[in-house]
């Protein structure tokens, strides 16, 4: 089949949330969020979807999500494990340490790299990212060829959770390319109305600042520098137990070195997510109002 793929970040562990997010049925007739993530691609054009995911979570995953979306869309399944694709220094590195979980987005993508052999878009699996980003990749991703990379950028003040506060990798843009991604974490709405970084001591964040929710295209050829940045992060991080290696920084890390430019693709779609197990019954709710509004049938795979 021709057309771009969707890969899915599905290996997440929920700290936060108290359990697999990537599974809670949130939808009118059972859905999980990624459900409507796969829905709105395949009208967008795109071909198949690629899961990546824990061999811990296999059996469920399959019988809740792939069953009833494989009968109507080609899916994968690639897996992200604590020892995927690491080198026998840094494993050992990791040990010592204790580390317990992967290495972060960007050690996901890499896991999923066999399945990829088309211009692809990625995104989270507990993210809601609206339709019109996905016709904004799909339509990319089509051209041929696929030059550089693109990204969907939401409002920060449209990305907050009520609940606590949230990481975000937050984009400057200039001359229409994505100029510099800073991945910042604690940020959240204070007491004074303003957004910060850190708490009112910290850095002050526009509403509108453009910030990444991990909605990206790129072409196959992303795969070489993004293995020479994992390689490089191991050989600094490996025996720190919690470090992670995030797709953000390292689509930074491509811009300076001036590896890969990135299109930001502007859809006013609107995004929201389960950060916190508090944030289900909005994403409940906005998932019910948009199938009210018959942006989606009741039963998505019918």
Same mark, same amino acid.
């Given at each position: 089949?021709?057309?771009? #793929?969707?890969?899915?970040?599905?290996?997440?562990?929920?700290?936060?949330?108290?359990?697999?997010?990537?599974?809670?049925?949130?939808?009118?007739?059972?859905?999980?969020?990624?459900?409507?993530?796969?829905?709105?691609?395949?009208?967008?054009?795109?071909?198949?979807?690629?899961?990546?995911?824990?061999?811990?979570?296999?059996?469920?995953?399959?019988?809740?999500?792939?069953?009833?979306?494989?009968?109507?869309?080609?899916?994968?399944?690639?897996?992200?494990?604590?020892?995927?694709?690491?080198?026998?220094?840094?494993?050992?590195?990791?040990?010592?340490?204790?580390?317990?979980? +992967?290495?972060?987005?960007?050690?996901?993508?890499?896991?999923?790299?066999?399945?990829?052999?088309?211009?692809?878009?990625?995104?989270?699996?507990?993210?809601?990212?609206?339709?019109?980003?996905?016709?904004?990749?799909?339509?990319?991703?089509?051209?041929? +060829? =696929?030059?550089?990379?693109?990204? =969907?950028?939401?409002?920060?003040?449209?990305?907050?959770?009520?609940?606590?506060?949230?990481?975000?990798?937050?984009?400057? #843009?200039?001359?229409?390319?994505?100029?510099?991604?800073?991945?910042?974490?604690?940020?959240?709405?204070?007491?004074?109305?303003? #957004?910060?970084?850190?708490?009112?001591?910290?850095?002050?964040?526009?509403?509108?600042?453009? =910030?990444?929710?991990?909605?990206?295209?790129?072409? +196959?050829? #992303?795969?070489?520098?993004?293995?020479?940045?994992?390689?490089?992060?191991?050989?600094?991080?490996?025996?720190?137990?919690?470090?992670?290696?995030?797709? +953000?920084?390292?689509?930074?890390?491509?811009?300076?070195?001036?590896?890969?430019?990135?299109?930001?693709?502007?859809?006013?779609?609107?995004?929201?997510?389960?950060?916190?197990?508090?944030?289900?019954?909005?994403?409940?709710?906005?998932?019910?109002?948009?199938?009210?509004?018959?942006?989606?049938?009741?039963?998505?795979?019918?």
């Amino acid at each position: 089949m021709t057309g771009p #793929i969707l890969v899915v970040l599905a290996a997440g562990m929920g700290s936060r949330y108290g359990g697999l997010k990537q599974m809670d049925r949130i939808g009118t007739s059972g859905e999980v969020l990624l459900d409507y993530s796969v829905y709105d691609a395949k009208r967008s054009g795109f071909a198949r979807a690629v899961f990546i995911i824990r061999k811990d979570i296999e059996a469920d995953f399959r019988e809740l999500v792939l069953r009833r979306i494989g009968a109507f869309f080609p899916c994968d399944v690639a897996f992200q494990e604590l020892d995927s694709l690491i080198p026998e220094t840094a494993r050992a590195a990791a040990k010592q340490a204790g580390r317990s979980k +992967p290495w972060g987005t960007a050690h996901a993508l890499l896991c999923a790299e066999e399945h990829i052999d088309a211009p692809f878009a990625i995104i989270n699996a507990d993210d809601f990212y609206g339709r019109e980003a996905f016709a904004a990749l799909g339509a990319y991703l089509s051209k041929t +060829p =696929v030059s550089g990379g693109a990204i =969907v950028p939401y409002a920060l003040h449209k990305t907050l959770s009520p609940e606590g506060s949230v990481t975000r990798g937050v984009c400057e #843009i200039r001359d229409d390319y994505l100029a510099s991604v800073d991945e910042l974490t604690a940020i959240a709405r204070e007491a004074d109305g303003k #957004i910060y970084n850190g708490g009112v001591t910290g850095r002050m964040l526009p509403d509108d600042t453009p =910030v990444s929710m991990n909605c990206w295209g790129f072409s +196959p050829s #992303i795969f070489p520098p993004l293995r020479r940045y994992f390689d490089d992060f191991l050989a600094v991080k490996s025996g720190e137990p919690k470090s992670e290696c995030y797709l +953000p920084m390292a689509a930074d890390w491509m811009i300076r070195e001036g590896i890969l430019r990135f299109r930001p693709l502007w859809a006013d779609a609107q995004w929201f997510g389960v950060t916190y197990r508090e944030d289900r019954e909005n994403a409940a709710r906005r998932i019910a109002e948009l199938a009210a509004a018959g942006v989606y049938p009741p039963a998505l795979w019918a």
